[in-house]
Each structure stands twice: as C-alpha cells, then as structure tokens.
Nanobody, 119 residues
Framework: VQLQASGGGLVQAGGSLGLACTAS????????MGWYRQAPGKQRELVAT???????NYADSVKGRFTVSRDNAKNTMSLQMNSLKPEDTAVYYC??????????????WGQGTQVTVSS
C-alpha cells in the first residue's frame, strides 16, 4: 500500500491551499484517515482526522479554517486550508488505517508535502 500526498506549496498569510492524499495497492477498505504536520524542531502533531463514515476531528489550532474530506470510492482524502497563518508552515503527512485483503489493519504514512506560509 502506498499513500501519495500532494498539493503543498508557498502561499501568503491569509491565503488558501488544498492537499490531497491518494491510497493505492492491496486495499480492502480504509478506516480512519488523517493529516498530521511537523514543523522544524517540533514534534509531529495531529491536524485533522476523518473516519470512514465521515466523522471529523480537528486540532484546536485549525478549527474553522481547515476542512478534511474523503472519497471512499477513490481511496482519497483532501484537506482544504483557508486563512493560512505562518504558524501553519510545516511538512504535512497523510495517514491511513488500511484493512488489507488478508484481513488485518496496518497504518501507513505518506511521504509528506511542504506547506510554507509567508507573513
């Protein structure tokens, strides 16, 4: 199974960016998916998660600004980021709990995509 994250880039404060994550490979189904981020010198932190039935959870720092969504048929997840702040600058990683065709669940991580917000 591979997770491919895309959509990062450079944006000015107050701007918007969208991230996408696509899962491919030996997938029977995907349980929860999530976005995490890691800024230089800091630990990786949760940004948002979404369950297979669409329930979402957000870090307090992004509530009201970021929206996570997914398309179960396409094994994709998106993150729409609005009103971006310099403190949102980080490498963003996607994560998925995948039930493989053999029946067990494995957590996978994407490779990360850089988001830089200039002041």
């Amino acid at each position: 199974v591979q997770l491919q994250a895309s959509g990062g880039g450079l944006v000015q404060a107050g701007g918007s960016l969208g991230l996408a994550c696509t899962a491919s490979g030996n997938i029977f189904s995907i349980n929860a998916m999530g976005w995490y981020r890691q800024a230089p010198g800091k630990q990786r932190e949760l940004v948002a998660t979404i369950t297979s039935d669409g329930r979402t959870n957000y870090a307090d720092s992004v509530k009201g600004r970021f929206t996570v969504s997914r398309d179960n048929a396409k094994n994709t997840m998106s993150l729409q980021m609005n009103s971006l702040k310099p403190e949102d600058t980080a490498v963003y990683y996607c994560n998925a709990a995948v039930r493989v065709k053999a029946g067990y669940i494995i957590t996978y991580w994407g490779q990360g995509t850089q988001v830089t917000v200039s002041s």
